[in-house]
């Protein structure tokens, strides 16, 4: 392959750009692909391990922007944290490796607003198509596909208490989140094998096939998209320009992508020039429409076995489990700290579940950056379908500027009412007795707060739970940045796929979702070059 020139370049290597540059790599006409990455070509041994997860997540690193946010008004003007995975693999490489989709509403959703070719009937095949679930393969699930999609290895106890707390607080058990029902509590499904961590990454460009066709650009930052009038002919890549033959593809998440469109000129004018950057197309939305899941996280001090802390215990148990993990991979080091969860809803009237639940083996305060010397517990709940709307813009001129990240969270009051709604039923299922049995103080407050007091708990501690999404959103309207099938409007030869481009977010975790939206993507590309 030409080291300047490609057929596609692809910008990004998380879920939904390895799906891209390895489906169009694979096509008949073997297309040559360069897919770009700003960050490292394969993973740290930290990735790797899933429990690793507790050290990628709090701090930048190799494999983690660590971006924050500006300050929220909400949020008692705090910054919120913005944790990012860089790398081939991208956010697979520190996610927490649960495997959900959402629900069928959301992308029938999604059709309803004229995205044409997205409604659950569309969707589902590809879900299917894209895992290789150890329970095998039915109307629901696939296997083959190039995601593992396995039950824990060795979930603890206290995640098992925690269902059966749920449980006792009338939440129906669910143990497939993705299937025919999303709706109850359980154990979650992880992207592992044989209890390590599969990132995207792995899955699917190292499963062994050869690929001379596709070449793997990492430690390269884009800059720009490069045009040739109106139709998109290259990347400028560090000093380098790379050529695109057919189309440009750009898959840098949900805040990449705005980020690099607006360096490449696309996007909301005056903000452009304001940092002197040439306008080519005037998109209002580039940036818009920022969802995420606002998440409140009730920590509690619990002494028992099987869960987490900064301290001498767990570190021994740590150092004890490493021979369990490397021979048969089993054991606390295969733990995504998030074992345990479900969709709940807010109350009866509600038609489907507006809540979700994340159960960790240990505390988390402030994404795991503020550590205590105790063992504990902590129950996430987040809005699943938010109605608050922020924005991403530029940081500077460069890429290398961290974005201005604005998920204006809480803006809608309806989204504090649902949070708090959410915060009383983790009261109430903490308080049930399966987990009552193990006792425990809570970190944050008393325990007890009222309705008043557990707002100001919100205000000074939600955050996200890693889902931005929307920011170059897909639609049948003039004004969304690319079109049903993920063209950017104005521009030829030039697409977006990724979780950015999620009209609506969707009611669950997004790696399944934008790997999804990677294989739709690399479909339509090779379908609207045949003749
Ligand atoms: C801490 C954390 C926990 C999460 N937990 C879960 C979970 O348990 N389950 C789940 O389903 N989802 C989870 N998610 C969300 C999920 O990982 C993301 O939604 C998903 O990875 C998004 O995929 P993407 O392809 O859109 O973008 P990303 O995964 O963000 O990848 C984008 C890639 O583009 C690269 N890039 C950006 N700009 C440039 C540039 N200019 N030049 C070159 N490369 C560039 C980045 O370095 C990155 O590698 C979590 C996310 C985080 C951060």
Redesign the pocket.
Same mark, same amino acid.
């Given at each position: 392959m030409d080291k300047e020139e490609a057929d596609f370049i692809v #910008?990004?290597? @998380?879920?939904?750009?390895?799906?891209v540059a390895a489906r169009l790599a694979d096509a008949a006409d073997r297309p040559s692909v360069c897919l #770009?990455?700003? @960050?490292p070509a394969t993973p740290s041994w930290l990735s790797r391990v899933p429990m690793g997860?507790v050290a990628?997540?709090p701090w930048r690193g190799r494999h983690?922007?660590a971006y924050q946010t500006v300050p929220q008004a909400q949020l008692d003007g705090r910054r919120g944290y913005?944790?990012?995975?860089?790398?081939?693999?991208?956010?697979?490489?520190?996610?927490?490796?649960?495997?959900?989709r959402g629900q069928p509403q959301d992308y029938d959703g999604w059709a309803a607003l004229g995205c044409v070719g997205w409604s659950w009937r569309d969707v589902l095949p590809v879900f299917r198509r894209i895992e290789d679930n150890t329970r095998g393969a039915d109307d629901w699930h696939g296997t083959g596909g190039p995601l593992p999609v396995s039950d824990l290895r060795s979930p603890g106890p206290l995640s098992r208490a925690f269902v059966e707390a749920a449980v006792q607080c009338g939440y129906p058990r669910n143990d497939d989140f993705n299937g025919p029902r999303q709706e109850g509590v359980g154990l979650?499904q992880?992207?592992q094998r044989n209890g390590r961590r599969v990132d995207?990454g792995s899955a699917y460009l190292g499963d062994g096939k050869p690929r001379p066709n596709l070449r793997v650009l990492a430690g390269?930052?884009?800059?720009r998209i490069m045009f040739d009038g109106q139709r998109a002919s290259g990347v400028l890549?560090g000093e380098r320009h790379l050529r695109a033959r057919r189309e440009v593809i750009v898959?840098?998440?949900?805040?990449?992508?705005p980020?690099?469109l607006m360096?490449s000129g696309i996007g909301p004018a005056a903000h452009l020039r304001e940092l002197g950057i040439a306008v080519l197309r005037d998109a209002p939305d580039v940036g818009a429409h920022l969802q995420d899941h606002v998440d409140y996280t009730a920590n509690l001090r619990v002494r028992a076995d099987g869960l987490f802390g900064t301290n001498p215990a767990t570190l021994a148990r740590l150092t004890g489990s490493i021979g369990a993990y490397r021979r048969r991979g089993e054991g606390m080091l295969t733990s995504?700290a998030?074992e345990a969860g479900g969709f709940i809803r807010s109350g009866p009237q509600v038609e489907r579940p507006d809540l979700q639940l994340h159960f960790c083996i240990g505390m988390v305060d402030d994404?795991n950056r503020r550590m205590h010397l105790a063992s504990g517990l902590a129950l996430h709940v987040c809005v699943l379908r938010p109605a608050s709307r922020g924005c991403v813009r530029l940081g500077g001129a460069g890429?290398a500027d961290a974005p201005l990240i604005d998920p204006n969270f809480l803006a809608e009051p309806q989204d504090m009412e649902l949070l708090l709604e959410g915060a009383r039923i983790v009261r109430r299922i903490l308080a049930a007795p399966a987990l009552a049995a193990y006792g425990g103080r809570a970190l944050h407050g008393t325990g007890s707060e009222d309705d008043e007091g557990l707002r100001a708990l919100i205000r000074a501690h939600a955050d996200t739970?890693?889902?931005?999404?929307g920011t170059c959103r897909m639609g049948a309207d003039a004004g969304a940045v690319v079109d049903p099938r993920l063209r950017v409007r104005g521009v030829q030869g030039l697409r977006v796929a990724?979780?950015?481009i999620m009209p609506t977010l969707v009611s669950?975790?997004?790696?399944?979702?934008?790997?999804m939206?990677?294989e739709m993507a690399a479909a339509f590309v090779l379908a609207d070059q045949r003749p």
């Open positions: #910008v990004g290597a @998380g879920p939904a750009g390895c799906a #770009v990455e700003i @960050g997860i990628l997540v983690n922007y913005v944790p990012r995975g860089r790398g081939v693999g991208g956010s697979s490489l520190i996610n927490a490796m649960i495997c959900t979650y992880v992207f995207a390269a930052p884009a800059r890549v898959c840098a998440g949900a805040i990449g992508s980020q690099l360096l995504n998030a994404h890429v739970i890693y889902h931005p999404v990724d979780a950015s669950g975790n997004t790696e399944a979702p934008s790997a939206i990677g």
